[in-house]
């Protein structure tokens, strides 16, 4: 979904996101009545090393924009601990923005509340059409066989990062390709205070993703054919207890590492803490921490056995930041010119360069400024591997629950409670409880 992960969507309430499906069509925006439309309000997300970062990364395209235009962008970057929440509030108070960023994971939940703008074909054809994106993107936009509710900007994929000489002084010769192999790794690894592999044992939606990545792995899935929460099949159960095992059994993760919410894995990374990161597009993130690209290495995530492809050797989800506009809005003409203008090919070079990101716009993907080894190992992870998170409309609540419940179960390990199969169903039917009752 995005590149610095924080509490992020587990910050959702049930209750909230509810009434706001409850209510149906959206309201109006804080874009609209109150400022000329001459002015646009834009909630950017988090995606640099902080959010000075990221006002110097758009400002400067935002003033360009309204050089062009005449139209001024109002930017607030919002914190990925607060955006999902303050995206919701906005669908029911009126008080948003024009235009905003939302994680790629959440478009068929915020579909489902009928407060952003539906892009179908007219709407596509005022930004040049939907054949320029990516089709792996475009899945991540809404529901199956409705119009998609938000435009890719960022396109994004875990890789496996590895530190050269940790590994070398360890004779480590290559990067680990299954799961069998990163825990022999990570135990030659883990001594003298240092650990095999970080992880974000408090960050929701990190544990959600891995938890799909992993139930991808055992052929398992959350959620049955017609939509249904069907969290604690063998599968899932199986899934969630091996990436919990990294630290309860393998002993690969600091036990400490199960409070870690805010990018601290990364941090411990780039300091040399810990000798892998599975992390989205991580390059800018570490370069910002002081630490050389010839560092590190990038491999694809292990999968069970064999090499990463299609089906049970699904190794990331289609990680990404889409850019919507609230149906509402007082400037929807504005707010399509600026969606236009983010998604041109040219401002898609200058801010996935800057955030380390794929282009979802296929002529700006095929610029040689993305051929670069790191940028291979993503290209080749979203055109054969990656797989979109359940696009139903529910999925909010679900990363809510199951993200909390990963949670948990991290919690135990760290403090040496015992994580077995029945301890981790245990908290998986729990989460499947809290989903809302159909």
Known sequence: MRRIRAAAA???????????????????????????????????????????????????ELDKFE???????????????????????????????????????????LQATGALLPWDAKNFDKIGGKDRFVDSALGSTGAQGKDPAAVPLYSMAYALYYNKKMFADAGISNPPATWDELIADGKKLSKGGKWG?????????????????????????????????????????????????????????APGNAEYAQNQSVSDFAKGKNAMLLWQS?????????????????????????TPGTGTNVNSMVAGINLAVFKNTDNLDGATKFVKFMTSDGEQKILNTAYSSIPPVKAAQADTTFNTSANAVLKDTLAGSAAALPQVADESQFETTVGTAVKDLFADAAAGRAVTTASVKAKLEKAQQQMPKK
Not at 81 to 88: A, E, K, Q, T
Not at 287 to 302: H, L, N, R
Request: charged share 15%; proline share 4%; aromatic share 6%.
């Open 10 to 60: 587990g910050a959702v309430t049930v209750s909230m996101l509810t009434a706001v499906t409850a209510c149906g069509g959206g309201s109006s925006t804080g874009g609209g009545s109150n400022d000329s439309p001459k002015t646009l309000t834009y909630w950017a997300s988090n995606q640099g090393a902080s959010i000075e970062v990221d006002k110097k990364v758009l400002q400067p």
């Open 67 to 109: 050089k062009q235009t005449g139209i001024k962008v109002k930017l607030e970057v919002v914190p990925w601990s607060d955006l999902l929440n303050r995206i919701l509030t906005a669908t029911t108070s009126g008080q948003g923005p024009d235009v905003l960023n939302i994680g790629n994971t959440w478009s068929a939940s």
């Open 197 to 253: 592999l970080g992880a974000e044992g408090s960050n929701v939606s990190e544990n959600i993703h891995h938890a799909f990545v992993f139930a991808k792995q055992h052929g398992a899935d959350f959620f049955t054919a017609d939509g249904k929460p069907d969290f604690t099949n063998s599968g899932v159960v199986a899934a969630v207890k091996q990436y919990v095992d990294l630290m309860a059994k393998d002993k690969i993760i």
């Open 282 to 306: 991580a390059s800018a993130n570490l370069t910002s921490q002081g630490m050389k690209a010839d560092a590190y290495g990038i491999a694809p995530v292990p999968v069970q056995s064999g």
